[in-house]
């Protein structure tokens, strides 16, 4: 009777246990998402909206769903003056200044919540033509990189391609060609025709969310 009981509270005491550390760990899970969403909202939401649509008017892309580690990426190369510092790239300086403002585990919490947001469904703004297979040029210049179907590669830092917007993807192209920020492989850009770069944009924002 009395080792019966015994056990019986020693079981009560481990799901105690149980249930109190897996309160804690939920308690913290949370406590990141609650930052994360509270850093956006303080610090990004007035240029890349509370969707992460961004604003076209004002450059600010959509990056809704962009991988925390390209989030985070970026974000370091904007406050180490190695993007957005060229003296013609005023939308690099915007995010230059609100880049260098964040604190390191800030950087960390708002790459998750970025990640989490629902990707844009609408990135075709331009009335770009329809292509549904991938260009050859692509497959052969880009897809080492960012990814065959433009899904991203990590190992390689290249992102994925499918969360921005068709102007955004022409005019970063462009600051590559011109040097007014720096690729992963500037020699691939520079010896694109202009065609083929819309071609490859044009296949990109037609791809469906995976
Ligand atoms: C004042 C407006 C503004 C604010 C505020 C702002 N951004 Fe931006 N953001 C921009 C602009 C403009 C660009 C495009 C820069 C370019 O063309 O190179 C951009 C680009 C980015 C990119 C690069 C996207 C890519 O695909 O390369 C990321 C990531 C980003 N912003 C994240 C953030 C985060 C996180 C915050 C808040 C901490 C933030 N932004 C706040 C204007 C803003
Ligand atoms: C050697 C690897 C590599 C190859 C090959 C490569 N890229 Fe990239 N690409 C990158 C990296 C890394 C970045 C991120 C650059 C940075 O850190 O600012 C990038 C960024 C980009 C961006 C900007 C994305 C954004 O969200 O701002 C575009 C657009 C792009 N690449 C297009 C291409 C195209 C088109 C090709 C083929 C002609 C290509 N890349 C080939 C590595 C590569």
Known sequence: ????????????????????????????????????????????RDCHLSTGMGIREMNAPSIAGLPRWYVTDQLREFRRDQRGGHDDDAAGQLMQIKAK?????????????IESMAVNPARNTLDLPTIV??????????????????????????????????????????SFQTGRRTHGDASKLEALAEAEVKAIVAWIVGIKEQ
């Open 133 to 174: 297979t991938p260009p050859a040029r692509y497959l052969a210049d880009c897809a080492g990189c960012h990814g065959e179907q433009a899904e991203g590669n990590r190992r390689e830092r290249g992102p994925p391609l499918t969360r921005q917007p068709d102007w955004y993807l022409l005019k970063q192209i462009e």
């Open 1 to 44: 009777m009395c080792g019966g009981a015994f056990r019986f509270s020693h079981v009560i005491f481990r799901l105690t246990v149980i249930f109190w550390g897996w309160t804690v760990a939920g308690q913290a899970e949370a406590e990141v998402a609650d930052r994360g969403y509270v850093v956006y909202r303080d610090n990004c």
């Open 101 to 113: 403002s964040l604190g390191e585990r800030d950087l960390a919490f708002v790459g998750r919540y």
